[in-house]
């Protein structure tokens, strides 16, 4: 599968990815893991070029879970410093390029410095719509959903809503990327099969697509790959296969197709 044959094959439209292996990466090159995050970046780069070429909506990147605070001091400094770094590097880029940049996760547990960059970047970015870009830092599903029973349960403490008044669609709405389609792909790298407390009550109804690839090394033609292969998918939601095809030319008579 070439990259130019994506443009022929259905394109999702919101792809979340779990960036597995960067220390993997480096320690078979007999070099430090923080190597392995230094070429992790220039991999998100050529994603996030790839997803804006493919007119794919939003990417949303697992860059650092709340549980990753648990590893070596040295290597949390050089990733809060690499996250530094990138964000000044590379936030006049995504401007130029038409991306909007959003950090999800609980921001509170960076350093001022690090917040304010953050800020100013999606400030920056704010008005942009050629691709959705989200980075999770300090990000866990656990916490998403949690922060998101809280606002709901001071709006019932203040008299604006009943515990009646809780649906799903209102939980739903205080999420991190409330404002953005749920994700259709998940793509994680590394050969690992599991999905690390990620966007659990997004990825409700995505299609996984596990790699082998470590992400540094994750490219056009892997990215091509993962979207190849959800393209073959049948996505039901629940229905049956019989009753997704009536679904579908119930719309082509509907819409004239």
Known sequence: ???????????????????????????MRGKRRTAGHKAGAQAVRAAVEFARKKGIESLTLFAFSSENWKRPEQEVS???????TVLKRE?????KYNVRLRIIGDKSAFGERLQRQMHEAEALTAGNTALNLNIAANYGGHWDITQA????????????????????????GQLELADQSVPDLLIRTGGEHRISNFLL?????????????????????EFAAAI?????????????SEQLQQAILDTDVTTGD
């Open 149 to 172: 029973a809280r606002k709901l349960a001071v709006q019932v403490a203040a008299g604006e809503l009943t515990p009646a008044d809780i649906t799903e669609e209102k939980l739903a």
């Open 201 to 221: 009550w997004q990825l409700a109804y995505a299609e996984f697509y596990f790699s082998k690839v470590l992400w540094p090394d994750f490219d056009d033609r």
């Open 228 to 240: 190849a292969d959800f393209s073959c998918r049948e996505r039901r939601f629940g229905l049956t």
């Open 91 to 95: 936030v006049k880029k995504l401007h």
């Open 78 to 84: 050089v990733l809060m410093e690499l996250f530094m």
């Open 1 to 27: 599968m070439t990259t130019t044959e994506v443009s022929t094959i259905k394109i999702p439209r919101h792809v979340a990815i779990i960036m597995d292996g960067n220390g993997r990466w480096a320690q």
